[in-house]
């Protein structure tokens, strides 16, 4: 294909002028190479006073390169320069992505941002109890939550519960937690460790409850 650059014309342009400017064979040519090659290539047979057989070729050609027999179908996987269709709205639709670069559809958008994150129940070290144990989530913005009460029992040491990955600090955090003993609440220090150990700064008694409500940082690892 080339633009027109016949007499009268003006830098690939047509022009009206005097002289206006002339319509050669390599030009109207090239014009009707370009459009029956498009419309050979999608498979459809030339038949003069069809006047609609571009356009044929352009809708086989989106089908067939995305993937859909119409507006609301999954899209097949991106390839550069590929047309993508539209419903009556105007509307795009795609599969869920699964790469960093693909475009996201509004229900895996929707899910990121308004899914409620859920409380996990943790599993308490050995000689410790509690009716509905100590429970942990990590909301949107990274940070851990614990919640619950936990009452030692004979014997039991000073870890509580042991945090999976994905729930642990970059580093020890301390916090301050209360325990009731005997109806009296008294501060109680509490640490979380790198490796998700929360523990006791000191020994518990037996029948001591403690709360861990109190319990938030960002969980990096």
Known sequence: MHKIDTLGSILGAFTDSNPATIVDDDWFNAVQSEIVNLIEAAGITLVKGTNTQLLAAVVAYIAAHNAVTNPHSAASAATASRL???????????????????????????????????????????????????????????????????????????????????????????????????????????????????ALQASPTAGQTFFVDSVRFLAEQ
Request: glycine share 12%; aromatic share 6%.
């Open 84 to 198: 993508a269709l539209r419903d009556a709205a105007g509307r795009t639709q795609f599969a869920d992505p699964s790469a960093a670069q693909d475009a996201a559809t509004k229900a895996y958008v929707d899910a990121l941002q308004f899914a409620a994150p859920t409380w996990t129940i943790q599993t308490l070290a050995a000689n410790w109890s509690s009716g509905s144990g100590i429970g942990a989530i990590k909301d949107r913005d990274g940070f851990l939550w614990l919640k619950g009460a936990v009452l030692a029992g004979t014997g039991a040491g000073t870890t509580i519960i042991t945090l999976p990955a994905g729930m642990r600090p970059a580093a020890q955090r301390g916090f301050a937690i209360a325990a009731n003993l005997t109806g009296t609440l008294t501060p109680v220090g509490l640490s979380v460790s790198d490796v998700g150990v929360v």
